[in-house]
């Protein structure tokens, strides 16, 4: 369906119900079309903990200071 920027400022609810429904939004500003609100894919929940187990080692030197010379570098020294 098609809207104007006013129509969806002033009704917001109606068009996202018609999304919630599945429709697609396409909003207008002077017979131009410029943005186009729809239905997500498939909603994200939260990731499972562990995924990327075993690809990679956190090397034990993670948190130690950096090198004064790579420090002066973020400085522009």
Known sequence: MNATVDEVEKH?????DRVLEGETVVV??????VAEIRPLKAAVGP???GLAAGEFVVPDDFDDPLPGDLLDAFDGK
Not at 12 to 16: D, I, K, N, S
Not at 28 to 33: I, L, M, S, T, Y
């Open 12 to 16: 917001p609810g109606e068009y996202l």
């Open 28 to 33: 207008f500003r002077d017979d131009r079309a």
């Open 47 to 49: 990731r499972s903990i």
